[in-house]
């Protein structure tokens, strides 16, 4: 019974331990491209389960059709800054899943800065209005293999855009954010 009882205790003590290490890394760096843009980006560990992203990108963009003859792309960079509560990745580790360079799902608040820098596009004389956006989002992170990951997320939230002289006022509107990325981690 004394070894019963022994075993039993190593063996919870083992699974106890185990879920105490299922943690956001410290730090992990990467690059992702998806159907509209190309990101560089950093995510640092503040807590146990929360990590800050900060992101740097250019995002594409195309017009077209209607007032348009032409299909015009471009591409203008934008800055993210993105605090991730990651919600399961104890029960990732207890089921032995992979939780490196934070692989599972999360829940994040997504802040969007466009800034009117610079545009690189195939048509002469556009520019982007200077806006930021805040978006509440759900999404999941998994890896392939040991560096390449994928990672989507769905939200909903404001866009504020700060219109320049010849504009009559700012504007504010609800916006809708789909992330479908690729990436590779460092």
């Known amino acids: 019974m004394k070894t019963f009882l022994l075993t039993f205790a190593l063996f919870s003590a083992s699974f106890l331990s185990k879920a105490q290490d299922a943690s956001v890394e410290r730090s992990t760096t990467g690059i992702q491209v998806g159907f509209l843009g190309i990101w560089a980006h950093n995510e640092a560990r503040l807590a146990n389960n929360l990590a800050l992203r900060s992101e740097v ?48 799902n999360f ?59 010849g504009y009559s006022y700012n504007t504010g509107q609800p916006v809708f954010d789909l992330r479908l990325r690729i990436g590779y981690r460092f």
Not at 138 to 163: P, Q
């Open 57 to 104: 990108g250019f995002n594409t963009g195309i017009l077209g059709g209607g007032l348009h003859s032409d299909t015009w792309v471009f591409m203008t960079p934008m800055f993210i800054l993105e605090p991730k509560l990651y919600y399961n990745l104890d029960q990732r580790s207890l089921k032995s899943k992979d939780i490196s360079g934070n692989s599972g």
């Open 107 to 165: 829940f994040s608040l997504r802040t969007t800065y466009f800034p009117d820098w610079f545009v690189i596009s195939n048509y002469d004389n556009i520019n982007v209005l200077n806006q930021i956006s805040v978006i509440p989002t759900w999404g999941i992170r998994r890896n392939i293999g040991a560096h390449f990951n994928y990672e989507t997320g769905v939200g909903f939230g404001y866009k504020h855009v700060f219109t320049k002289s």
